[in-house]
């Protein structure tokens, strides 16, 4: 089974606080992506990760792809309320025939 | 439209009816897909098409689910004698092609079985 882990399930933190959000597994990933869930609304696509060691930066939020294209990081600066949502991490796996989803991080920045 | 579309936003059915929701993906996306979630939860899949090819229903929970897509485009999840289990979001997402590429998403059916 080719799964997605991704670490903390929920995060609850202040405005201003920095963070990260974890997305690991066994099997190699052709590539990886981030999406955004708000309330009541669909995933939304952030970055697509393909190389391994690739760091992608999106104003606050840094994504990094492993070197072993295994697992991903995405790293939050000074988070705002407006960062609040469910963080997804998904995947091709390199031999595989379907898109794998994590399970999802929740988190909650308080102003 | 610009993006994907699903009807209804909100379903609410009695224990032991069918149910149809629909999706509209995006135009010129070859590949679409069917998940469900849970409050707060990750995605699971039900079923995914490509192109003209046989959909891979994999993840469908049991034969009392069933998808179609007509035309190559719109395409209708049909739930047949509804569980208080099925309640959940059902996401529809397309893709330009197949499950390598990204997927954009519809806003989801909120479906409640009483």
């Known amino acids: 089974t080719q799964l997605l882990e991704q670490s903390p399930q929920f995060l609850s933190i202040q405005e201003g606080e920095n963070l990260t959000v974890y997305c690991n597994s066994s099997?190699?990933?052709?590539?990886l992506q981030w999406y955004r869930q708000e309330p009541g609304e669909g995933p939304v696509l952030l970055v697509t990760?393909?190389?391994?060691?690739e760091v992608k930066k999106l104003k606050r939020l840094t994504f990094q792809f492993g070197d072993a294209r295994k697992d991903s990081s995405l790293h939050i600066t000074a988070a705002q309320p407006g960062d609040t949502g469910l963080y997804l991490c998904?995947?091709?796996?390199?031999?595989?025939?379907?898109?794998?989803f994590g399970a999802g991080t929740i988190l909650r920045v308080k102003s | 439209g610009a993006g994907v579309s699903q009807s209804p936003s909100n379903k609410v059915t009695e224990k032991g009816k069918d149910v149809e929701l629909r999706c509209d993906p995006i135009?010129?996306?070859?590949?679409l897909y069917w998940y469900r979630q849970s409050l707060g939860q990750g995605l699971e899949f039900l079923i995914y098409?490509?192109?003209?090819?046989?959909?891979?229903k994999s993840g469908l929970p049991s034969d009392r689910f069933s998808a179609e897509r007509t035309g190559g485009s719109v395409s209708t999840l049909t739930i047949q004698r509804t569980q208080q289990e099925d309640s959940a979001v059902y996401l529809c997402?397309?893709?330009?092609?197949?499950?390598?590429?990204?997927?954009?998403f519809g806003p989801g059916t909120r479906l409640t079985v009483t």
């Open positions: 997402a397309s893709s330009f092609t197949g499950f390598r590429y990204e997927q954009y």
């Open positions: 099997s190699v990933f052709s590539s």
């Open positions: 990760v393909v190389t391994g060691g």
């Open positions: 998904a995947g091709p796996p390199e031999y595989g025939n379907k898109l794998v």
């Open positions: 135009s010129g996306h070859t590949a």
């Open positions: 098409f490509q192109g003209n090819s046989a959909p891979d």
